[in-house]
Each structure stands twice: as C-alpha cells, then as structure tokens.
C-alpha cells in the first residue's frame, strides 16, 4: 500500500506483513485508524480502516495463509551476538612504573587574577577624556556640516 506522509511528503509503502498486523491489531482493540510512521520524519500518519481494508479485502484468509507459511519454513530469531572472550596477555615481568603522585594545592600553580576579582569596573566615559567623536557617527556628521535632504531634488 502506497502512502504519503502528511507532514514531510515522502512516500513509502506497506509491506504486506504490516498491513497484516495492522489490520489484526484494530480489529482486537476495535481502532478507526492505523497510524503509519513515516520512515523520514518519524511523524504517524492515520490511515483509516476503510482504506485499509480496500487494499486487503480478505485480510482474515491472507492472515490464516501466512501463519501456516510461518508455520512450514520458521524464521530464526535475529540473536544477539555473544561477546568474544579474547584470551588477556599476560604482562611481562618488567620494572614496575612508580605510582604517580596526587597533586596538592601547594603544587599547582595560582591562576592569575582577573577583573571581576579585583573588583575594577570597566572605563566610564569620564575616564576616558574629552575625546571627539569619530567621524560616521551622527552627532559628528551633524556638527561639521547642514543636514542634506536625501531623495529628489525639489524645484523651485
């Protein structure tokens, strides 16, 4: 069965098995709709069980036929691999390495210090002097020469 997913519109299809199961699982609970996960966006898309049953009309035989074919030819179960045991080497008698010392507080070094724990606030204007203002600025521009109309000229 061909779908399209309701939010990304990707499509995908039903196997065969999972309409299958879908069909069984809302007629045991008595469901309206399937919701089908989209393989991209992970979002479920209801399908409802009229449309479900259009495309599998006699779902209760085909559920019976493959029960027997699971029946004749079994699946083996997907196992988990057990964790190889490697054989350890053994370590070759050697001198030893000499522990390694914890440090303390004595041993490291003192960070230095920064602003905030010297407790200076950073420059105010007034610590900075009378300085003029750079020249892009508003009030730089507005005092060196009169204000220019932008746009069209008007005429007179």
């Excluded at 199961?21 to 209801?46: G, V």
């Amino acid at each position: 069965m061909n779908i399209r997913c309701a939010f990304c519109q990707t499509p995908y299809t039903l196997s065969r098995v999972e309409m299958l199961d879908a069909l069984q699982e809302m007629d045991s609970k008595k469901l309206t709709h399937y919701d089908a996960h989209c393989p991209r966006c992970r979002r479920a898309t209801q399908i409802p069980r009229q449309r479900m049953e259009m495309a599998m009309p006699k779902w209760r035989d085909e559920l019976k036929e493959f029960e027997a074919e699971m029946k004749k030819n079994p699946q083996p179960e997907a196992s988990v691999p057990a964790p190889e045991s490697t054989p350890v080497k053994q370590a070759e008698s050697g001198p030893e390495p000499a522990p390694v010392k914890a440090k303390t507080k004595a041993d490291t070094k003192a960070k230095p210090t920064t602003k905030i724990e010297t407790g200076r606030k950073p420059a105010a204007r007034s610590e900075l002097g009378n300085k003029a203002p750079a020249n892009n600025t508003p009030a730089a521009s507005s005092s060196r020469s009169p204000q220019r109309s932008r746009g069209k000229k008007k005429s007179k």
